[in-house]
């Protein structure tokens, strides 16, 4: 019998867990999903706190609701979701396509990513889907991004950070430059953005490319 699953063009886990930087995952998955990107994504319960203190946004817990929230959100700002292209999953999902490597994405963010996370990640406790779908991509050598957004950073820290790294794993803090002299928050928020989307090999026109614009040097 041949197999009749076939894997969409574009598909990226995006994790988004309790550590400070609900706008970039917010911009992120609206960049994904922009352009026709199939996002699985999982959303901790203390990143819903933190979307509630920096986006004023409060987000339902139940999976299928937060799908739909997050389709009318996208929608009222102009973009047009086709069926399942966001699919949203619970923390102990375990049956769903990122837990396993015969279907998970190769490509996964984790944007916030807390310390907590970041220390499952690296120890692989998989205690939930999102620290099960890392370990997941990290077993079938696929692509990982954390974006961590804390400082001052610790020993420990610095340790998980270390060790996955050399497992492959880019390590993406969430430091925006200055060079492209940005004029709001939201321009500080795409420089990160746009990093993360150069590393998944996505289009991205929210930054100038270094070389290609020219800077004064007069004094």
């Known amino acids: 019998m041949v197999d009749s699953f076939k894997r969409a ?24 999903l922009a352009q026709d990107v199939d996002v699985f994504l999982m959303m901790s319960s203390a990143a819903r706190v ?22 009318e959100y996208f929608s009222a700002r102009g973009i047009s979701l086709r069926a399942q292209q966001l699919r949203v999953f619970g923390k102990e999902e375990w049956f769903s396509p990122v837990a396993s490597g015969s279907a998970a994405p190769k490509n996964m963010v984790v944007c916030p990513c807390s310390t907590g996370t970041l220390s499952a990640i690296a120890t692989g406790a998989s205690n939930t889907l999102i620290e099960r779908a890392a370990d997941v991509v990290l077993k079938e050598r696929g692509q990982l991004i954390l974006v961590p957004r804390e400082m001052p950073l610790n020993a420990i820290h610095l340790e ?6 050399q497992l492959g794993v880019t390590i993406m803090p969430a430091s ?10 939201h321009d500080l928020v795409d420089f990160v953005v746009a990093r993360i989307l150069d590393h998944l090999n996505l289009a991205q026109d929210f930054v100038p490319r270094w070389g290609y614009t ?5 004094e």
């Open 9 to 32: 063009p574009q598909q990226v886990t995006l994790a988004i867990t309790g550590a400070s930087g609900a706008p970039y995952a917010l911009r992120l998955l609206e960049t994904m």
């Open 50 to 71: 933190v979307f509630a203190a920096e986006e004023n946004m409060k987000l339902p817990s139940a999976p299928e609701a937060l799908q739909q929230k997050l389709g």
């Open 160 to 165: 998980h950070m270390l060790k996955l790294s």
């Open 176 to 185: 925006p430059g200055f060079y492209h002299q940005p004029q709001s928050i």
């Open 214 to 218: 020219k800077h004064s040097n007069k």
